[in-house]
């Protein structure tokens, strides 16, 4: 997955948002080490799935399928 950059501890998740608008957001340590775990877990469950290749999603279903954005709560995040 291309959308994670960075040197740890000073990573940044590139997004896209409205109107196909990329942004890079910095994330905290704790929240790399959650991903790091996601990524490890994902792997597991779905070997087929190439981490590394910039367009596959970072966040996926129980089925392995890409999230859509009505999927992802959004309304009340600070």
């Known amino acids: 997955m291309a959308s994670i950059a960075g040197p740890d501890g000073a990573r940044r998740l ?3 948002g ?3 608008k990329s942004r890079t957001i ?3 340590p704790a929240l790399e080490e ?8 994902r792997a597991a469950r ?3 799935h190439d981490l590394d290749h910039p367009a596959t999603a970072l966040l996926v279903d129980t ?3 890409r999230l ?7 309304k009340g995040i600070p």
Do not use: C, M, W
Not at 34 to 41: F, I
């Open 26 to 28: 910095p994330i905290d």
């Open 63 to 65: 089925r392995g399928h």
């Open 34 to 41: 959650v991903l790091a775990a996601y990524q490890v877990s």
């Open 46 to 48: 779905f070997p087929g």
């Open 18 to 20: 409205k109107a196909n």
């Open 14 to 16: 590139e997004v896209t």
């Open 68 to 74: 859509a954005s009505h999927q992802i709560p959004h």
